[in-house]
């Protein structure tokens, strides 16, 4: 089936560290992979994507790359910032079989908090 | 710039009770979703429509219903509250026929049913 396994969380970092959140999926076929994020009281934004094998989503200093050999879609950031607490979702999408709509299989989320 | 728009933001139920979440968007998306959202877990599919008049379920639709009567509008059914729909619920919409577009997500109703 399809799944998506991310690294459980809390994580908490200091201001200025190196992030990495790792993500590994199983998938039929070659699906998109994003990274969405959830801030506090509020819905989920699309943080970056990619869409190809060796693409690299990059965005607000995050980057990932789609690595196909080791179905993986690690997030990273060089130095995080106390505005980056937040909880990151991986996600692939799958094609339904209805219109040819999408659906999205999210992983269980890691909460990162920043502190100063 | 409205988006994904959810009313109301947060309710409590008695159980047994119905209500229905309301979604509308502004943006001409043919695509809609119903998520929801347990402590500790990814978001789960509940129903999805891809057009007007349209309507599908997803991995979790027992005990709701949905209509899609407009492209603006996905309101989300609970005919008999019970406390395992306890939950946050995100209402989510897309550009129809285009591939890897990204999904627009409104900010959530929570839910409590007591």
């Known amino acids: 089936g399809n799944s998506v396994t991310q690294m459980e969380g809390p994580v908490t970092l200091s201001e200025e560290a190196f992030l990495t959140i790792n993500c590994t999926y199983t998938?039929?076929?070659?699906?998109?992979l994003f990274w969405y994020v959830q801030y506090p009281g509020e819905g989920l934004q699309l943080l970056l994507k990619?869409?190809?094998?060796?693409d690299k989503g990059s965005n607000k200093g995050f980057e990932a790359t789609y690595r196909k050999e080791t179905t993986s879609f690690h997030l990273e950031k060089g130095s995080v910032q106390v505005s980056d607490s937040a909880v990151y979702f991986c996600?692939?999408?799958?094609?339904?079989?209805?219109?040819?709509?999408?659906?999205?299989?999210f992983g269980k989320g890691t909460k990162l908090t920043v502190n100063p | 710039n409205a988006g994904v728009t959810q009313t109301p933001k947060f309710r409590i139920l008695k159980i047994g009770q119905s209500m229905t979440l309301q979604c509308t968007q502004d943006?001409?998306?043919?695509?809609m979703y119903w998520y929801r959202q347990d402590p500790g877990m990814g978001l789960k599919l509940i129903y999805y429509?891809?057009?007007?008049?349209?309507?599908d379920k997803g991995e979790v639709p027992n005990g709701y219903n949905v209509s899609r009567s407009t492209t603006e509008d996905f309101p989300l059914r609970l005919e008999l509250a019970a406390p395992s729909q306890t939950s946050v619920y995100f209402c989510?919409?897309?550009?129809?026929?285009?591939?890897?577009?990204?999904?627009?997500f409104g900010d959530g109703t929570r839910l409590s049913i007591l």
């Open positions: 989510a919409s897309r550009p129809g026929q285009v591939e890897n577009q990204p999904q627009h």
């Open positions: 998938a039929t076929g070659y699906p998109s």
């Open positions: 990619a869409t190809k094998a060796d």
């Open positions: 996600a692939l999408s799958i094609r339904m079989g209805r219109g040819g709509s999408e659906k999205l299989v």
């Open positions: 943006m001409n998306h043919n695509y």
């Open positions: 429509s891809v057009g007007a008049g349209i309507t």
